[in-house]
Every structure is written in C-alpha cells, then in structure tokens.
C-alpha cells in the first residue's frame, strides 16, 4: 500500500471573540476587556475511490489517512491493508483518492452517518451491506480496563485547549499504543481502526478506548474491524448491547480510573 499525504500545518482550532454574561448582570469582553475562546474547526474531506465519491466527511485535520482507511475498513469496502494500491491526499487535505486492488461494484446511496456528532454523508458503497463476522475470544484483564482509564483521564491536548472533540485510544493488553481526537466520535474511532490496519497490529488482541456514547454503530465498527473489546467512558444503548452479545463484542461502558461497567463479557 502506498499512502502519499502532502498535507502540513492544517488548522485545527481558531480563536474566536465573545462576551460573557452572568446571571448577576456583569458581563465580559466588551470594549477594550475582549475575551476569546479557542474552538475546533471543521475540516471537509472528500473521499473519492477508484474515481467514485464515496464519502464526504466533516471532521478534524489530524490523521486523516489513517481516517480514510478505517473508514474504508468499516463500511466493508476493503478487508485488509493490502487491498488497498494506494492513497494519497491534495495539499489541502479535501481529497483523498484511494485506488483499491479489486474494484468493488459502487452503488450510489447518499445517507447520513445515523447518530454522528458531525454532517459526515455516505454518497456510495457496495452494493451489499457489511458483512458482520462473530469476533474471536478475547484474553482481557479487568487491570487493563483501569490503566486505559487512567491515560484517558489525563486528557488530551486539543481537547484541553477546545473542549469540543472526542478521543480514542488503541490499546494492547491495557497499554495505549495510539490515541486520536475528532470533532466526531465516529472518525476518531475510524482513525484508531486505520492505524491498526496501517500498522498491521494483532486485531484480536486490540482494544478500542472511545469518549463517545455507544449505540449499535459503534458497536458495528468495532465488530467489523475485528476488535474484540469497545470501551467507553459513557453508555450504551440496549440495541448496542444486544448487539455486542450477538456477535461476540466485549463491552464496558462508564469506564473510570476507580470502576467501569461490564455489559457484555465474552471471556
């Protein structure tokens, strides 16, 4: 697989003017007193593969190859790094064009992302629906919960300065191998799922650590990139939950340093 990524220095945040108002009646950043907030900027990227527009995504400028291909992985287009020929983005990050070994049929189908934080559309994909496989056991340690607890709760950088994106880590046997943030939780999850694809780590032994609340597309992604174990810091729907039973998903939810919540086990 080859991945050219020609982008540099793309902004991420912005610092924007406000005033504050209290319920008191003083109030903030008038006049020559301005007071400024540092936001998260939407990034739009559009993801064309073997010349169709596949994806057209809103999120954050970091890491996007590694977006694409999770992407790629969990709307079922490709399997493995190696279906991929090659993958390259413009210098301002708005493209990605991606050539695929195999050509896929592509079907046109605009939709938006079910329960995205972000206006992420899915303009085509295969003409049948991902196919969803029963996840092998995994071996994991209720130690291994807390330690990624732990390292998510010392925050991450952007989100210190903003507030406004959700976090994803990748953990082996409870150690955070890579982390990612997005103004989506969908994409920071897909960026956590490219870099394993990337990197070509051990899929059963991985485990994927989201700020997000999980309903049963996330559960999906997880289930479709093979990783056996999803944690979260917030809660899962019941469908997520029967969902994760059924194929086999490890889900712990309400995830801290001194307890978390165990749905489903699969052990």
């Not at 056991?137 to 952007?158: C, H, N, P, Q, V």
């Not at 944690?231 to 469908?239: C, G, L, M, Q, R």
Request: aromatic share 6%; net charge negative; charged share 30%.
């Amino acid at each position: 697989m080859q991945i050219q990524d020609r982008t540099e220095g793309l902004h991420q945040a912005a610092e924007c003017p406000l005033r504050v108002v209290y319920a008191d009646g003083e109030k903030n950043g008038e006049g020559e007193n301005k007071e400024y907030r540092t936001l998260i900027r939407e990034h739009f990227l559009d993801v064309v593969v073997n010349e169709v527009k596949v994806f057209r995504l809103v999120c954050t400028a970091t890491d996007l190859p590694c977006l694409v291909l999770g992407r790629l992985l969990t709307e079922g287009l490709i399997e493995r790094a190696e279906d991929v020929e090659s993958l390259s983005l413009c210098e301002s990050g708005c493209v990605a064009r991606v050539f695929l070994k195999e050509k896929p049929f592509l079907k046109e189908l605009e939709k938006r992302e079910p329960t995205c934080c972000t206006g992420n559309r899915i303009l085509a994909g295969k003409a049948e629906a991902v196919n969803l496989k029963k996840l092998p056991e995994a071996d994991w340690r209720e130690e291994w919960i807390f330690t990624m607890a732990e390292a998510f709760g010392r925050d991450s950088g952007l989100h210190k300065r903003t507030g406004g994106t959700h976090s994803c880590y990748l953990g082996i046997e409870g150690r955070c191998v890579y982390s990612s943030e997005d103004i989506g939780r969908h994409n920071a999850l897909d960026k956590c799922i490219g870099y394993m694809l990337q990197e070509g780590l051990p899929r059963e032994k991985c485990m994927l650590f989201t700020t997000g609340r999980v309903p049963t597309d996330m559960v999906e992604k997880a289930i479709a990139a093979g990783v056996p174990v999803l944690i979260s810091k917030a809660v899962p729907t019941e469908n997520a939950v029967l969902l994760a039973g059924e194929y086999g998903l490890n889900l712990i939810c309400r995830a801290w340093p001194d307890r978390f919540e165990i749905y489903r086990d699969n052990r």
